[in-house]
T-cell receptor, first 113, second 115 residues
Framework: GENVEQHPSTLSVQEGDSAVIKCTYS??????FPWYKQELGKGPQLIID?????GEKKDQRIAVTLNKTAKHFSLHITETQPEDSAVYFC????????????FGSGTRLSIRP | KAGVTQTPRYLIKTRGQQVTLSCSPI?????VSWYQQTPGQGLQFLFE???????NKGNFPGRFSGRQFSNSRSEMNVSTLELGDSALYLC??????????????FGPGTRLTVL
C-alpha cells in the first residue's frame, strides 16, 4: 500500500549547523510533497512544499529537493536556530478520484545552543 | 485573516460515550480534512469534505463520521468511544479540492482523552 518513510526519527544539531531530513514514498503517482513543522501544543504548520515537476525549491534557510526516479525527497535547514526545534513531518499526496495524503512518522529536531 | 479554529480544545470522555468535534475553516476555504494524531500511529487521514460532500475516507471504522455544512464548517463524530480513540484530532482547510488546491492549513487540534 501507499507508504512514506521518514528518517531519522530524532536529530540533534549544533546551532548554526545544517539539518537534513529524508523521506521516501512508495507510489510513483505522487505529485505533491509538503513539509510541516509542529511545535508543542500546536497543529502542523506548512513550511515548504514541492510539486513533482520541480526538482528543488528554496525559501530562505529552508530548501526541499525531490528525486522522482528514486522516489525520495529531503528537507534541508541551514544555519539552524533554537526556534527550529520542533517535530517535522513530510507527506506525499496524489490526486485521483480518491485524493489521499500520507504522512511520514516525523523527525524530532533539537538545536543545541 | 483568522486561521482554522477547532472546538473544544480539550475533551475527556468515558468508554462507550460519543463525541462531536467542530472545525471552522479559514474564511473562503471550502475543503476540510480531518486527521487523527497519536504517538503510535502518527498522523492518519480520516476524511475530506468539499461542498458538503465527503470526497474521500481513510481506513477508520464506521464509528467515525463527519459532515460539512453550507458555510464550510465541519463536524466529526465518534460513537461508542474506545480507549484507543484517545488522540489529537486535527482539522485542516484548503481553498478547494483538486490538484490546484494542495496547500492545507491546520488548526490547533482537539485533544480527546477516553477514560
Amino acid at each position: 500500500g501507499e507508504n512514506v518513510e521518514q528518517h531519522p526519527s530524532t536529530l540533534s544539531v549544533q546551532e548554526g549547523d545544517s539539518a537534513v531530513i529524508k523521506c521516501t514514498y512508495s507510489d510513483s503517482a505522487s505529485n505533491y510533497f509538503p513539509w510541516y513543522k509542529q511545535e508543542l501544543g500546536k497543529g502542523p504548520q506548512l513550511i515548504i512544499d514541492i510539486r513533482s515537476n520541480v526538482g528543488e525549491k528554496k525559501d530562505q534557510r529552508i530548501a526541499v529537493t525531490l528525486n522522482k526516479t528514486a522516489k525520495h525527497f529531503s528537507l534541508h535547514i541551514t544555519e539552524t536556530q533554537p526556534e527550529d526545534s520542533a517535530v517535522y513531518f513530510c507527506a506525499a499526496r496524489w490526486y485521483s478520484s480518491a485524493s489521499k495524503i500520507i504522512f511520514g512518522s516525523g523527525t524530532r529536531l533539537s538545536i543545541r545552543p | 485573516k483568522a486561521g482554522v479554529t477547532q472546538t473544544p480544545r480539550y475533551l475527556i470522555k468515558t468508554r462507550g460515550q460519543q463525541v462531536t468535534l467542530s472545525c471552522s475553516p479559514i474564511s473562503g476555504h471550502r475543503s476540510v480534512s480531518w486527521y487523527q494524531q497519536t504517538p503510535g500511529q502518527g498522523l492518519q487521514f480520516l476524511f475530506e469534505y468539499f461542498s458538503e460532500t465527503q470526497r474521500n475516507k481513510g481506513n477508520f471504522p464506521g464509528r467515525f463520521s463527519g459532515r460539512q455544512f453550507s458555510n464550510s464548517r465541519s463536524e466529526m463524530n465518534v460513537s461508542t468511544l474506545e480507549l484507543g480513540d484517545s488522540a489529537l484530532y486535527l482539522c485542516a482547510s484548503s481553498r478547494g479540492a483538486g490538484p490546484s488546491y494542495n496547500e492545507q492549513f491546520f488548526g490547533p487540534g482537539t485533544r480527546l482523552t477516553v477514560l
